[in-house]
C-alpha cells in the first residue's frame, strides 16, 4: 500500500517562507498527478495545488503566485516552496493523488503563520 511522508512544516512569521516535502512510497508515483491540499481548523480539506507526470502545475487563486509546487520522480517526492506566507495559509498540509484521493492519507504536516 502507498504510504505518504509529509515534512518541512513549522512556525514561520507573515511573510517568510517554507518548503514541504512529500514522499510517496510509489514505484509508479511518476505517473501520478499528485496534489498538496491543506485544511485548516473546523474547514473542510481544500487543494492548494497540483503537478501533472509532467511536471504541469495549477494553483488556487488564494496562493497563485506565492506557493510553486514541483516533483523529482526520481526521488518520488513532491514540493511545496511557500512565499509571502499570510496567517490564513494556517493548516495542516497534505500531499495525495489529484483529482482523486487514491491513496491513504499521511499525517500531514503543520504550518502555522502567526507574529
Known amino acids: 500500500q502507498v504510504q505518504l511522508v509529509e515534512s518541512g512544516g513549522g512556525l514561520v512569521q507573515p511573510g517568510g517562507s517554507l518548503r514541504l516535502s512529500c514522499a510517496a512510497s510509489a514505484s509508479a508515483f511518476r505517473i501520478y498527478t499528485m496534489g498538496w491540499y491543506r485544511q485548516a481548523p473546523g474547514k473542510q480539506r481544500e487543494l492548494v495545488a497540483s503537478t501533472t507526470s509532467g511536471g504541469s502545475t495549477n494553483y488556487a487563486d488564494s496562493v497563485k503566485g506565492r506557493f510553486t509546487m514541483s516533483r523529482d520522480n526520481a526521488k518520488n517526492t513532491v514540493y511545496l516552496q511557500m512565499n509571502s506566507l499570510k496567517p490564513e495559509d494556517t493548516a495542516v498540509y497534505y500531499c495525495?493523488?489529484?483529482?482523486?484521493?487514491?491513496?491513504?492519507w499521511g499525517q500531514g504536516t503543520q504550518v502555522t503563520v502567526s507574529s
Open positions: 495525495n493523488h489529484y483529482p482523486t484521493v487514491y491513496f491513504p
